[in-house]
């Protein structure tokens, strides 16, 4: 854990420098403007050698050597490598150490995603936004003020520099240092290597000279002199290097330049004279050092090889930059400080410039973003350490088989078995080493390559660049310079079109790779944000936990999903609580719950608009037309039973005819006389055909198939609340002889419907279902009334017009498609029990419903039904309204018509739309009075809810299981748990002034 209180610069690729620089006017530097009272008293009380202590700043490191009763003068400290829980600790503990205000810079700390962490490297060069770059250092002197520090030093790694990007750097440049100044704080620049891999040494001393000349120029105030580039630019010669590089004459700098000292120093008397001739205000030394640098600077000033005028002009500007850094701020003691609008969290931040920095080189074959998930042939492959937080997140959106190759014991890589991934497509490879080299790994390389010829393959390097030249020929190619968690997390989203994409090479790799190569993406896809960054404030975001928990604690629910989603980032993502009151297994984001009526918009809606798209369904058609016979035919006038049930194969409905409005019959019934044919579909693989003899009597008409698929959809149809079903429901087992009038303990030829664990319907019941459905007599009214009979026979229209049932039509044609793997009917053929939370302890059913489905109507029809049925997580319910919320189109395919989104999310009568439950203009009951006008959703009996507010781009999602162990509890209702939720989401929405500032990014 930790943070590295340095700025991310721009690293810009540059060639060469042109030989002259234009004479450029230098910016007067801040801190010279500051009222020089008090440093004119500290100059005239000061002794000598307390003066000279104050040019010399201590290295402070983690474990070493600490003495500070001999340093009470020294002008200030630089802290190295400390995490952030020691940090505000360790400065705050030096404060008394010092007889003066001291100078106070942190660098090189370690961190974690939730601590702010402004790393250098050349990814976040190419940052696109200036306005983030002032944010980020706004955000890091704010930090480092109130812990105490008074310097940020921006270290500019190995870059190569030209004409044409030197201007694009400093104006960067100054972008950060007016942010830090706004802080009172002191802006250094520290570190500039120079790296061109053909450029000579006069060259690269040149380069470095513009460079430094340039930065003076910019607002700087100080420079950090980079020892080691000094010696490879003029090898052997460190002192004219320095002298002719780094004077403030050839700079023509006002502001402080330091130096610091190397590890081993042979000889401080030569090393003092090269610092008063480069004319450095002061220097870094470690405490082992002190001693001898301080005694140097003595002797040299004592025998008049430097003057006290000098010491005091030097230590002049020394002391004005602290009396300009002394403005108080009040001091934090803890590892994080209360939030302001203007101060966005460490994760926040750090997810904007790393996600800025992750660059796809090459898009060769467009694999970025990856589709068609519905083959499920996605593969990664991670080479060196795992990755197994990118395994995660690509999970996230959809199914990824993974394999991993370890680093030989010699630092070799084996060779790839071309054949294991053939069945691939695509191969993700992430190259998680900390070198490579083709010639070491020659074998590993070679099947690399033929893997890539045959094959669709993205490399994926981690860490640093030079490794890509490697694969200076490959087509598809992308860098991340970090290998942290969240790196890992972000790359996971970026495959997927979770952001957009258009950072660029920051270097030259190779003749073939070159600077400014990269290609562009668009979002398309959900991804993890902030509630900053999508303009909600967390602290208030936060009384969702309040709430949940006050649910949980008064027995309301045993456990939750919750979710929220902003502008297509989702800044909320948590599970509560135990899957039972037992507390024997907690819930986890990959669980399923049985989400109740929500089936009916996020499966027979969404089916309903599928067909409506294919237009095989219309809105304002009878439900007749989808159905041959109309008739209610009634097995006593025939005196028998006679049902038979067939297996059905799933038909691929690209080879249904568009015309199909009647369901399929076999042919054999077709031909016979004084027949009534229906056939309707219950389940994934079971047909019901009813064959009933007439008899020669009249038949009733059914009324039911006068209504229009409009009305079933807005719950104005007249049907009566649900199927005529009581005589089932209310059965109870008195011996086995009467058991067996409805249901069997296990499966059979005549017993095929499987309602719960070990209890199977008879077969041939339905019918008798189907026929008394059919003689429900309307309201002749037809006004609004809530009915699961509604959605049940638009699922059997569908059926019919399919020809093969709802749940593999919805798998087909949306669900796998969009790379959903939670969402769907019957979980217990697809997942393990333990990932399944439970219902009700059914009395009907005699048991602990755990993944059959808890409405008694969708368990009689076998667990797939167009009012009850599904099972999800949130995230994939999050997938699937998101595709709503972006008009149909998600993944960089489109799934609906916007139109017909449109068209069935609008309100329609009273408070409902095509399906959905609306906020109308006296609000909804069921969602936060906040909610605008055109907010749609539904809520489940399980103690469910989705909400989708088109205006705020904003998804609230809510699952629970708060039937168990009574459906009787209605603890959650009368809490107002899933409400107060929602009006919480709404409260954390910033006001125009707060959303300003997170703006700055945009």
């Known amino acids: ?38 440093v004119n008293q500290k100059l005239a009380e000061l002794t000598p050698d307390q003066k000279i202590d104050q040019l010399i700043n201590l ?113 960067r440049l100054h972008r950060i240092s007016e942010a830090v100044q706004e802080q009172k704080v002191l802006f250094m620049l520290g570190d500039v290597n120079v790296y061109y891999p053909r450029m000579r040494d006069t060259l690269r001393r040149d380069s470095l000279t513009a460079i430094y000349k340039k930065s003076a120029r910019k607002g700087l105030d100080g420079l950090l002199l980079n020892q080691d580039e000094l010696e490879k630019v003029h090898p052997g010669s460190y002192r004219n290097s320095l002298i002719k590089i780094a004077t403030k004459k050839n700079l023509a700098f006002e502001g402080l330049i330091f130096a610091p000292l190397k590890d081993s120093i042979e000889n401080y008397s030569n090393w003092v004279e090269l610092f008063i001739k480069s004319g450095a205000d002061g220097l870094f030394a470690r405490p082992n050092q002190v001693k001898d640098i301080r005694e140097a600077l003595r002797f040299a000033l004592e025998s008049g090889k430097w003057t006290y005028s000098d010491l005091n002009d030097r230590l002049r500007r020394v002391l004005l930059a602290k009396e300009w850094t002394r403005e108080e701020m009040p001091r934090e003691t803890e590892p994080t400080f209360t939030l302001k609008p203007d101060v966005p969290t460490a994760q926040s931040l750090n997810q904007r410039l790393e996600r800025a920095s992750i660059t796809l080189i090459r898009n060769q074959d467009k694999l970025v973003p990856l589709r068609d998930l519905k083959r ?65 790994h020659k074998s590993f390389f070679k099947s690399l390559r033929t893997l890539a010829e045959k094959e669709k393959v993205l490399i994926v390097n981690f860490g640093k660049l030079e490794k890509l030249k490697a694969f200076s020929f490959f087509g598809n190619l992308m860098q991340v310079y970090h290998k942290h968690e ?122 309903s608009m599928k067909m409506v798209d294919y237009r095989k369904l219309r809105l304002s058609d009878k439900l007749g037309r989808y159905f041959r016979n109309h008739e209610v035919v009634l097995d006593s006038i025939a005196g028998i039973d006679s049902l038979w049930v067939y297996r059905t194969p799933v038909i691929d409905s690209t080879a249904i005819d568009s015309q199909a409005a009647v369901a399929i019959v076999p042919v054999v019934f077709r031909s016979q006389p004084n027949v009534i044919i229906d056939s309707v579909k219950f389940g994934s693989d079971t047909t019901l055909v009813i064959k009933t003899l007439i008899g020669g009597k009249s038949v009733q008409r059914s009324r039911i198939f006068n209504i229009r698929i409009k009305d079933l959809l807005t719950h104005h149809s007249g049907l009566p609340a649900g199927l005529p079903i009581r005589d089932f429901v209310t059965y109870r087992r008195r011996g086995y002889g009467k058991y067996s009038k409805y249901f069997s303990p296990r499966k059979d030829d005549e017993h095929q419907i499987e309602v719960a664990s070990r209890l199977f319907l008879r077969n041939d019941y339905l019918d008798s279902l189907w026929e008394k459905t059919k003689a429900i007599e309307l309201d002749p009214f037809a006004n609004y009334k809530y009915s699961d009979a509604n959605f049940v026979l638009l699922q059997q229209a569908i059926d019919s017009i399919n020809r093969y049932p709802i749940d593999s039509f919805l798998s087909e044609k949306i669900y796998k498609p969009m790379g959903l793997q939670y969402l769907g009917y019957k979980p217990k053929k697809r997942f393990r029990d333990v990932q399944i939370i439970p219902t009700e302890r059914d009395r009907w059913r005699g048991q602990l419903l755990k993944g059959h489905v808890h409405d008694p109507t969708a368990a009689l029809l076998g667990g797939v039904s167009g009012n009850a049925g599904l099972f999800s997580n949130a995230e994939d319910m999050a997938h699937l309204f998101q595709m709503l ?102 409260e954390a929405m910033l006001d125009d002034h707060e959303q300003s500032i997170v703006d700055l990014t945009e």
């Open 885 to 986: 919320l972006q008009g149909g189109w998600y993944g960089d395919e489109r799934h609906l018509k916007k139109e017909t989104i449109f068209l069935f999310t609008r309100i329609q009568k009273g408070d409902r739309g095509y399906g959905f439950d609306m906020v109308g203009r006296g609000g909804n009951g069921f969602a936060a009075y906040k909610a605008p006008m055109g907010t749609f959703g539904h809520t489940g009996f399980t103690g469910t809810c989705v909400w989708v507010d088109p205006q705020n781009e904003l998804i609230y999602i809510f699952l629970s299981n708060r039937v168990h162990p009574r459906a009787s509890n209605w603890k959650l209702n009368e809490l107002r748990i899933r409400q107060r939720i929602h009006e919480a989401i709404y």
């Open 376 to 440: 499920a042939a996605v593969h990664l492959l991670t080479i060196g350490d795992p990755m197994p937080e990118l395994l995660a997140q690509m999970r996230f959106y959809g199914p990824v088989s993974n394999s991993h190759l370890d680093m030989g014991s010699a630092d070799t890589l084996p060779e790839i078995k071309i054949r294991k991934y053939r069945r691939y497509d695509p191969i993700v490879i992430a190259l998680n080493v900390e070198a490579f080299d083709s010639i070491q």
């Open 59 to 171: 290295l402070i490191e983690p474990g070493k050597e600490d003495l500070r009763g001999e340093l009470s003068y020294l002008g200030g400290a630089l802290f190295k490598g400390f995490d952030t829980d020691s940090l505000s600790t360790e400065i705050s503990s030096w404060d008394s150490t010092f007889s003066l205000p001291p100078l106070i810079g942190i660098t090189e700390s370690r961190f974690s995603p939730d601590q702010y962490y402004l790393p250098s490297h050349p990814g976040y060069g190419q940052l696109k936004s200036d306005s983030l770059l002032h944010l980020v250092a706004h955000v890091a002197a704010t930090q480092l003020r109130r812990w105490g520090g008074n310097y940020l030093i921006q270290p500019a790694p190995a870059a190569q520099f030209s004409e044409d990007n030197l201007e694009a750097f400093h104006k």
């Open 486 to 607: 969240f790196s890992q997390k972000l790359l996971g989203q970026g495959l997927y079109g979770g952001f957009a994409m258009d950072a660029y090479l920051p270097i030259e790799v190779s003749e073939e790779l070159v600077y400014g190569f990269g290609t562009k993406t668009r979002k398309s896809r959900l991804a993890f944000s902030t509630p900053e960054e999508a303009g909600l404030d967390p602290l208030k975001l936060a009384r969702i936990d309040t709430i949940v928990y006050e649910g949980m604690g008064n027995l309301a629910m045993p456990g939750c999903q919750v979710m929220v989603v902003k502008g297509g980032e989702i800044v909320y993502d948590r599970a509560f609580g135990y899957h039972t009151y037992a507390r024997r297994r907690r819930v986890l984001k990959t669980d399923l719950y049985d989400i109740a009526s929500i089936t009916k918009v996020a499966a027979t809606t969404v089916a």
């Open 1 to 38: 854990m930790g943070i590295a209180f340095f700025l991310c610069l721009s690293t810009v690729t540059y060639t060469l420098l042109p030989q002259k620089e234009a004479i450029e006017k230098a910016k007067r530097v801040a801190f010279l403007d500051a009222d020089p009272s008090w």
